[in-house]
């Protein structure tokens, strides 16, 4: 049974941070693009970062320079340390696992709250 369990996230205020944390199991972790996602009330999901099994990283723009993923594979966990958050870094983050031809795997996510 595939499990991505999100944790770490909680209120912070504007210009502090926050490390997030998935934890997967059931998956070929060593195979698998992990990233996380974000979803806002009112807006659609959107990608924040991911980073593939050889440890490459793609962010989007309102990430980069603030976020960092990271991958521990010993572990089957991803992070995300989350610096200089804003209040419109407000919403709820989940956390993906894909390979190719196969469907993605979602966490239940965990709300991060900026308040300023």
């Known amino acids: 049974q595939v499990q991505l369990v999100e944790s770490g996230g909680g209120l912070v205020e504007s210009g502090g941070s926050l490390r997030l944390s998935c934890a997967a199991s059931?998956?070929?972790?060593?195979?698998?693009?992990m990233g996380w996602y974000r979803q806002a009330p009112g807006k659609e999901r959107e990608l924040v970062a991911e980073?593939?099994?050889?440890?490459?990283?793609n962010y989007a723009d309102s990430a980069k320079g603030r976020f960092t993923i990271s991958r521990d594979t010993a572990k089957n966990t991803v992070h995300l340390r989350m610096n200089s958050l804003k209040p419109e870094d407000t919403a709820v983050y989940y956390c993906?696992?894909?390979?190719?031809?196969?469907?993605?795997?979602w966490g239940k996510g965990t709300l991060v709250t900026v308040s300023s």
């Open positions: 980073i593939t099994p050889g440890s490459f990283t």
């Open positions: 059931g998956i070929n972790f060593s195979v698998d693009t």
């Open positions: 993906n696992a894909r390979r190719p031809f196969f469907f993605p795997y």
